[in-house]
Nanobody, 122 residues
């Protein structure tokens, strides 16, 4: 069984910063990619940033230059440093992991975290 545990959300004023963390644990053989998505009520979940096993990163245009995704491979953890936050960044942020896991055989599966609320407001 695999778990993704997120932390770091909260309330911040416009222009402020937050850092989100997501730790993956369980029967993980390897990590293909991890990333962050966000969602507001009534809207589709959208990609924020991803990072692959080789370290390649991808960002939504709306966060480029403000957010930075990074990882600690030894801890199976991905981070999202969010700077210059805007009210439109308010959302529930979800961690996603594309993993090779040990079930009866080696299997590729995707997992989601439980979500962490980020609110940007004065």
């Amino acid at each position: 069984q695999v778990q993704l545990v997120e932390s770091g959300g909260g309330l911040v004023q416009p222009g402020g910063s937050l850092r989100l963390s997501c730790a993956a644990s369980g029967s993980i053989f390897s990590i293909n990619a991890m990333g962050w998505y966000r969602q507001n009520p009534g809207k589709q979940r959208e990609l924020v940033a991803t990072i692959t096993s080789s370290g390649s990163t991808n960002y939504a245009d709306s966060v480029k230059g403000r957010f930075t995704i990074s990882r600690d491979t030894a801890k199976n953890t991905v981070y999202l440093q969010m700077n210059s936050l805007k009210p439109e960044d308010t959302a529930v942020y979800y961690c996603n992991a594309d993993l090779e896991v040990v079930v009866t055989t080696l299997t590729r599966r995707g997992y989601w975290g439980q979500g962490t609320q980020v609110t940007v407001s004065s």
